[in-house]
């Protein structure tokens, strides 16, 4: 099978066994989703969805964010993992909105990338939700599902699996492609145990193959 033939079938899979594929953070707003995918890093959604709701109602917009005090953020975002660190990102980011984009979030990876505790995979994921641009965002996921499904060989890095990605698939299915490789391995593809056996695309995977010549 063809690298090209390979992105094909399991796009039309994908398309297939997962017609709707979104993120699975609540909100109403970019700046609700920036706020929750900031906090979302090395954590799970579900305990992000936990802790949104208050933090929303405490500070709606950027501009009252922008004037919280630390100590009042942390008690309402302690249980994430890093809730210091996390604090001052998002403390950070709503004074660059307020001080550089009256308020509003950007749409531009170089703007994005300026505000506190964002990073490419953050600017990605509000570039391809938010704006719907063709924008592949990378987390421990999709790397791993890349290259378990040979999407990827032997990729060095996400900026590497990025680049790979972006290069094969289809412009006008990026967007959803990204949902589609996190939510698979969030709950098909695990990191230790995979689902093999229950995955609609075995046929198609090539760690599965190996697994079952050895």
Known sequence: MTQKERYRLIVERFRQTMPVAE??????????????????AQCTDKR???VTP???EAYPDPYALAKAEDSDVF????SVSYPNNKTRSLIGMARSLCDNFSGEVPSTMDELLTLPGVGRKTA??????????AAMAVDTHVFRVSERL?????????????????QMLPREVVATAHHWLILHGRYVCKARTPLCAE??????CRYYAHVKSN
């Open 23 to 40: 993120t699975e953070l609540h909100y109403d707003n970019p700046y609700q989703l920036l706020v929750a995918v900031i906090l979302s």
């Open 48 to 50: 992000v969805n936990m």
């Open 54 to 56: 208050a933090l929303f």
């Open 75 to 78: 008690e309402l975002i302690r």
């Open 124 to 133: 990605n994921v509000i570039l391809s939700v938010v704006f719907g641009q």
């Open 150 to 166: 040979g999407l990827t060989t032997r990729s060095k890095n996400v900026e590497a699996t990025e680049r790979k990605l972006m």
């Open 199 to 204: 995955c609609k695309l075995n046929d198609l």
